[in-house]
């Protein structure tokens, strides 16, 4: 177990996301108290403005002193935070800024993963396989990879925002002005029919993965908003029923993904495997939902770490990780 550390968590935050951020955030700080150390609260505001859980001061997208002071005398920060200005290298370049130690990837890996078009690049450079895709600019005319049917999304964004299956022209105009509305970026993708698995990975230089989870729909659709995040909206079974030949190779995946894009700490890697036993990465998420029942912590938990265990692996591995970097010349 780690000694006592002040460790602030960073919750909620500008993204559509804020919601689940908040009740992330929640489980997070409530654990990490039950473990002894000292939390304290960060609370960023829909308007992104910051302050100590209570009412912000001032209309600032910046930490004003009291924020600051807490967060550069924390020993470690946790943010908990999804989706643009959180998840995609922003916050953690306000962080390093300030030199302060945090749980997770980097500004560079961060912001990669949270652009699906770049991620999917960097995959592909790696012999890793992904979906197909046609990456479109705002104006310009429609492609798809292929025919229909597709799914169009956001190039940076979560939770389903903004993304919709499309099987026909005129789905796909509908579907390109709903995600264009979201991000200037938008990728049309071949859809994959297949079983839909995720699986965490957890470390810095040596990562490890979880065992393989299933996402069970109740009904025929795809893992919406709606799925994701009302209650039975979706099971997740695991370990997943696929071949063990199609597991290993999700794991395998999952960890390659994870060194490739330069992850650190944690990360959960979503993949397709279609009936013929190909296992496809569809995106990872370097701060994926982090409540005690969220997918990630049931990953790990059915490997046998629980919850908080969890949490002490990363706190260390984000104290390692600013040791080590600390010695650096620049
Ligand atoms: N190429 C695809 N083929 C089939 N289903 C897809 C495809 N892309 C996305 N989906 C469905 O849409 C969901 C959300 O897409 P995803 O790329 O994971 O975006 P988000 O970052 O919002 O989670 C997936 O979990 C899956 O159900
Ligand atoms: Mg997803």
């Known amino acids: ?82 989706g643009p200005f959180g998840e995609d290298g922003t916050v953690q370049g306000l962080l390093e800024l300030a030199g302060v130690a945090y749980v997770g990837s980097g500004v560079a890996a961060s912001s990669l993963c949270m652009d699906k078009d770049l991620f999917k690049a960097v995959l592909r450079d790696a012999g890793i396989p992904v979906p197909r895709n046609e990456t479109l600019r705002a104006g310009e005319e429609s492609r798809t990879p292929g025919g229909f049917p597709v799914f169009v999304k956001p190039a940076r964004l979560g939770s389903s925002v903004g993304i919709s299956r499309a099987d026909d022209e005129a789905e796909l105009e509908a579907a390109l002005a709903l995600a264009f509305a979201h991000d200037d970026k938008v990728l049309v993708e071949e859809l994959v029919d297949g079983v839909e698995v995720e699986v965490g990975v957890l470390g810095n230089d040596e990562p490890v993965a979880s065992p393989v989870g299933e996402i069970v729909l109740p009904g025929e659709g795809w893992y919406d908003y709606e799925a994701k ?9 695991v370990p997943a029923r696929i071949p063990g030949d199609a597991a290993r190779r999700a794991q395998e995946l999952a960890v390659r993904a994870f060194a490739a894009a330069e992850c650190e700490g944690l990360a959960r890697v979503d993949m397709f495997v279609r009936g013929d036993g190909e296992v496809l990465v569809n995106e990872l998420n370097t701060m994926p939902g982090f409540t005690a029942t969220s997918v990630y912590a049931k990953l790990f938990e059915a490997a046998g770490v629980p919850y908080e265990e969890l949490l002490d692996r990363l706190l260390q591995l984000a104290l390692a990780r600013h040791e080590r970097r600390g010695g650096l010349r620049y």
């Open 1 to 82: 177990m780690t000694r006592r550390l002040r460790v602030a968590v960073l919750s909620g935050g500008r993204s559509s996301e804020h919601e689940v951020s908040l009740e992330s955030a929640r489980s997070v700080a409530k654990a990490l108290e039950r473990m002894g150390h000292g939390v304290v609260v960060v609370a960023i505001d829909p308007e992104g403005r910051w302050s100590l859980g209570g009412s912000p001061a001032g209309a600032a997208r910046l930490p004003g002193p009291e924020v600051a002071e807490a967060l550069v005398g924390a020993d470690v920060a946790f943010p908990v935070l999804h």
């Open 229 to 237: 995040y009302s209650e039975g909206g979706m099971e997740l079974v």
